[in-house]
């Protein structure tokens, strides 16, 4: 891609990465990150968090295929500090981060 090309790609602005970034949990942050670059169109977007110790840097990227557009987002780099690891909290983390990008799945009773 040329850089002029890049400079046109909808990205986050840095006041919304501010106020993201105040918010008063990892998840919630997460959440509002990827909602965010879901809503502006960001083809790719990259982002560190943290809050109370933990540091978790995410990645948006958007695939259009043929018939629909796949949002996924990525777990780059994580810390947790000491005092939470081995209670569970990465691996339900992964699994929020997961739900995040499902499509939602709409069912009509009759």
């Known amino acids: 891609m040329s850089s002029t090309l890049l400079q ?3 990205c986050l602005s840095p006041e919304l ?3 993201i970034k105040r918010l ?3 998840e919630m942050q997460t959440q509002a990150f990827f909602l965010q670059a ?3 169109g ?3 977007q990259s982002i560190n968090l943290q809050w109370n110790g933990f540091r978790v840097r995410l990645s ?3 695939h259009q295929h043929a018939e629909y557009t796949q949002h996924n987002l990525a777990i780059d780099d ?3 500090p000491y005092q939470y690891r081995h209670r569970g909290w990465f691996s339900q983390y992964r699994y929020f981060c997961a739900n995040l990008t499902r499509p939602l799945v709409h069912i ?3």
């Open 24 to 26: 008063p949990s990892i």
């Open 60 to 62: 948006y990227w958007r």
């Open 8 to 10: 046109h790609l909808p």
């Open 42 to 44: 960001a083809q790719y």
């Open 17 to 19: 990465a501010r106020s």
């Open 108 to 110: 009509t009773y009759e």
């Open 38 to 40: 879901k809503q502006i």
């Open 78 to 80: 994580a810390y947790v």
